[in-house]
């Protein structure tokens, strides 16, 4: 009877079988026939015993459950029988074996449950039954407690561990981003522009970040998942399997079909996304021109433009993402709706059990539902891919200007005594894509103690030459040397320890005023910061605030006027102490007054530097040791003012549209009285 147990495991089996012997069976069998046999009838005897199946067959009967006391009767019966001559318990195997095997299905479904009724008979016989259904409850419901609580560490720990694991594959791409955007050249950043790269180091990393958390918290248990389905539905043997096979093709072309459709858009939509942070930071940033030329209602309409191409990508892509789930949803329940079909037809022919179909629906489910977790990833997957793509590109762009081999920066690192003498050696400069070259065969030397300025029209190359000396740009003919040793072969760090620049632009970081002032390096005094501050005039506003030095500067410098942030800027490039001094139109927004104090005290301050000066006014380059004069990037005049007044009609010009006729012949005068 044991056989018909389909429902037990090898060892409960075998178990069962050494708990309950085949006397045991063959004694309830026994007892079933005297409870079911009339008052006043012997129902004992071995032909009996074996015909006791069929008569629990017949369907007219109703068959009734024996009792303890039953079994008490029969086997006082077999107890007596044992001793009867002749007794074979072979014969009566035999017979019970014969019996048993004639059994249809419907027989063998009620067999399987009197077989529970013998165990549950035996445990009320023994006084044990409420004992042994307690054990087993808590038995194994403290074994589904344990799992469940086991399910709960496991998905803290797996959340943890994503939120780790994702939080520093972020923290990389981001450090990774910045090394390589801090050490382009301006070609790189102009190539990318910086809207770009902002976008790239923080949107496109966000998204690969929150991906990576869904990744290690799905796609590993999905599959896990989805495998166990697979092997239950393989192993059940119902012949639906087949709806299993369609159901999972029918996923998989919808998850194929609009991660086509909607791949493409979210290359798109990321590029839109450039835009509309460029549109945003153009017009923030000139607010106030917007402002005073009345144009805040076209770049509303710009921005709402540039917001409007961004919102009819983001609808297309997530309708494309969204009609997912309901595709997703007919397919479960269609397949629900097959199962049930198709296993009803099988529990009407009799091969299939309410609890099979019940278990092959869970079963299914399952194998959708990790169908489903892999849907939701593959939502984000596409534009993940496409920010991981964006962000590769900028890691994997090499850098055009980068610091030498050991071989060739040998001579640079072994030189000392840095002098500071800058040298242009037939130079010639083109900047990338340009049909023509920008600065063309220039030549001249900048020397200690001397200052060098450089003056001509609007465009003619003036900060483009400036710009190669710190390899802002590396020239493309000829050669930039500092004390005869080519820029080329120095480290990027030593060269600009040499240097000290100032932009066309002052540009300030959010701090204090100290903080900016020491930001040529951490061995730059107070002293050191006070003189500078005294030698760029801008000593007095800065006491004249509050906290002074420690006075906060906003983001860009946007709390100071521009003559402020300028002097500033100049007093950060004093405060190095270098060698060279770069400044790239550094004094227009100073007035007269202050940019003559200034460069007064400038030249008390740099007697042993080199000193090159790029400027639109003639009154800042008029006392120069050296005036360069460039037009269309060409070099067509080079002297000191007088002689430029003779030999150099562009620098003529350029004279006589700034000073009047009187300016002229006194600032003449004055640079011969210098000169003798």
Partial sequence: MLRLRTDLTADERTALEDAVTTPDIVLYLAAVQAANTPAGQTGMGMTGLAETPSAAADADTETVTPTAADLDTVCSQFAAMSQMPGFDRSMLQKQLDGAMSQLDSTLLENLKSQSLLLVQLEYEAQGVAQDVQMGYLFRVGGQMLALTLLMVAVAVAVGFLASRVSAAIGRDLRRETFSSVIGFSNAEIENFSTASLITRTTNDIQQVQFVCVILLRMVAYAPILGIGGVLHVVGSSSGLSWIVVLDVALLLLLLIFLMSVAMPKFKVMQQLVDRLNLVSREILTGIMPVRAFSREKFEEQRFDKANRELM????????????????????????SLLIVWFGGKAMDAGTMQVGEMIAFITYTMQIVMSFLMLAMVAVMLPRAGVAADRIDEVIRTKATIHDPDEAAAKAAQAHTGWQGV??????????????????EHISFTAKPGETTAIIGSTGCGKST????????????????????????????????????????????????????????GEDITDAQVHKAAAIAQATDFIEAKSEGYQSPIAQGGSNVSGGQKQRLSIARAIAKNPKVYLFDDSFSALDYKTDVTLRRALKAQTDNATVIIVAQRISTVLHANQILVLDEGKLVGKGTHAQLMVSCPEYQEIARSQLSQKELAL???NTEKEGE
């Fill in 312 to 335: 009819g990508t983001q609808l297309f892509t997530n309708r494309a993402m969204v009609a997912m789930m309901p595709f997703m949803t007919l397919i479960m329940n269609g397949t």
């Fill in 422 to 439: 800058v040298q242009f050696e037939d130079v010639s400069f083109r900047y990338p894509g340009a049909d023509s070259d920008a600065l």
């Fill in 465 to 520: 030459l400036l710009n190669l000396i710190p390899r802002f740009y590396d020239v493309t003919g000829g050669k930039v040397t500092v004390d005869g040793i080519d820029v080329r072969e120095m480290p990027q760090a030593q060269l600009h320890d040499l240097l000290g620049y100032v932009p066309q632009k002052g540009v300030l970081f959010s701090g204090t005023i100290d903080s900016n002032l020491k930001f040529g």
């Fill in 667 to 669: 600032d003449t005068l």
